[in-house]
């Protein structure tokens, strides 16, 4: 069968359950978990780096940076809307209890980017849920805020991956976080073709997987989905 493309969820009924495999043909879909060498995405403000997650297993390894200042993870190919986007991302245990990242710092998305400055573009920022929440901006100006959304606080605050995602139109953005719309904003100005960022400040950031559909030219995947 042929699914129509659409900027909403799209729910599929099969006559019946597939035996051994499904197989997906899809345009434009790109899904990374930087299980390798790093490429398509160039690092910027510091190193992107296979990154333990925990300082007390350190066996598991994920891309991730640990920065004192600005640090993003640029995908090398422009995107146009419409598009969307969903990261898993989390943060990494470093030193001991009551450590900077129990504090909730903030995992980001840049959408519209050029490759360099945070702030060109939109920026969605994940905060801690107890201060600033989830926030919406652009070119250095907030545009909106979720309060009462987004990271805990505590020690068990490393423990999740978090999903962190949109659906970009070129005249509106849907901010998702852990599957449910947060925020949906009307642009003034039309959002153009620019470079999509994981990015954070201050932090201890590890990437688990990006996954991004539309937004360029087609790019056949299969994927097999087991029974």
């Avoid at 799209?10 to 299980?35: H, K, T």
């Avoid at 990261?87 to 710092?105: D, I, K, T």
């Avoid at 929440?133 to 423990?159: F, N, Y």
């Avoid at 990015?199 to 087609?218: D, F």
């Amino acid at each position: 069968m042929r699914i129509a493309a659409t900027t909403e969820p799209a729910v599929i009924s099969l006559p019946e359950a597939p035996q051994q495999w499904l197989a997906a043909v899809v345009p434009g879909w790109r899904d990374y978990v930087f299980s390798g060498r790093l490429t398509e995405w160039t690092p910027s403000g510091g190193d992107w780096i296979p990154l333990s997650r925990w300082s007390c297993d350190p066996e598991w390894h994920w891309v991730g940076t640990e920065t004192a200042r600005r640090s993003a993870l640029w995908y090398d190919q422009e995107l146009s809307p419409p598009y969307g986007v969903n990261a898993v991302l989390s943060l990494g245990a470093r030193g001991g209890f009551g450590q900077e990242y129990e504090r909730g710092r903030d995992l980001n998305l840049q959408l519209g980017g050029n490759g360099q400055d945070l702030d060109h573009g939109l920026s969605i920022r994940v905060m801690n849920h107890r201060d600033r929440g989830i926030e919406l901006w652009r070119d250095g100006q907030r545009l909106a805020q979720a309060k009462g959304v987004g990271m805990p606080s505590g020690h068990t605050l490393h423990h999740n991956w978090y999903e962190v995602g949109a659906w970009v139109e070129a005249n509106r953005v849907r901010v998702r976080f852990e599957g449910v719309t947060v925020l949906d904003q009307k642009l003034t100005e039309p959002l153009g073709r620019g470079r999509l960022a994981v990015w954070t400040e201050r932090n201890s950031l590890r990437v688990g997987r990006v996954t991004i559909a539309g937004g360029q030219g087609s790019r056949h995947a299969e994927t097999s989905v087991e029974k």
